[in-house]
């Protein structure tokens, strides 16, 4: 089956530093991926919808300033998290549609990101 | 706004046992996914079910879809241990964003 890797799978980072995770469709291209945090023992919420060429669509709350989001090939995405602070601690997964049919939302290893 | 709950959050329950989880959402949907996450993971893709009355089984899992009731079921026949996961189903909103349902927390005592 598809494959998403995401890197890095754990980070810890000091509080005001920026954090990138990569995202990449190993297999197949990708024009659209998503960004989801979960919290502990919490559903995903969205963060954002990644697509290739253009700027990301944030959900309502999610800083875009804040929340860094570049899709500049078929099979990469980053989410940077500029300035972290504890309350960004979380864990972050990334999702990819496969074309051509788009039905399949493959996912990432998740990156388990504190910031202390 | 779509809103997807699931029913019951946490199930603990013996291994040898068959339950229920359901999930029901609010808005109009033909196709539903379910997920698997395990401690510290990622989402497993366990169900794409894409129509009305479909109905798919892996091993001891099985789920259905009924659109019109804006329901689905994972259904967990003669649990074993090694099913304790989280489950989670979600649902499409426009084209491509899926919705999560809060997750079904699933402990499967021997």
């Known amino acids: 089956g598809a494959v998403v890797s995401q890197h890095p799978s754990w980070v810890i980072c000091k509080s005001g530093t920026s954090v990138k995770i990569e995202c990449r469709s190993l297999d197949f291209q990708a024009t659209t991926m998503f960004w989801y945090r979960q919290f502990p023992k919490q559903s995903l919420m969205l963060m954002a919808t990644?697509?290739?060429?253009?700027?990301?669509?944030?959900e309502q709350g999610v800083e875009k300033d804040k929340f860094l989001i570049n899709h500049a090939s078929l099979t990469l995405s980053t989410l940077t998290v500029t300035s972290a602070h504890p309350e960004d601690s979380s864990f972050y997964i990334c999702?990819?549609?496969?074309?051509?049919?788009?039905?399949?939302?493959?996912f990432g290893s998740g990156t388990q990101l504190s910031v202390l | 706004e779509l809103k997807v709950e699931q029913n019951p959050l946490f199930l603990s329950m013996q291994e040898g046992k068959n339950y229920t989880i359901y999930c029901n959402y609010s808005t109009t949907s033909d196709r539903l996914y379910w997920y698997r996450q395990d401690p510290g993971k990622s989402l497993e893709s366990l169900f794409v079910?894409?129509?009305?009355?479909a109905v798919k089984q892996e091993g001891r899992l099985m789920a259905s879809l009924d659109t019109k009731a804006r329901l689905s079921t994972l259904h967990i026949t003669a649990a074993v241990h090694d099913l304790s996961a989280t489950y989670f189903c979600?649902?499409?909103?426009?084209?491509?964003?899926?919705?999560f349902g809060q997750g079904t927390r699933l402990t499967i005592n021997p």
């Open positions: 990644s697509n290739e060429g253009s700027k990301a669509t944030y």
């Open positions: 079910l894409l129509s009305n009355g």
């Open positions: 979600a649902v499409p909103q426009g084209a491509q964003k899926l919705v």
């Open positions: 999702s990819a549609l496969s074309l051509p049919t788009n039905e399949k939302l493959f």
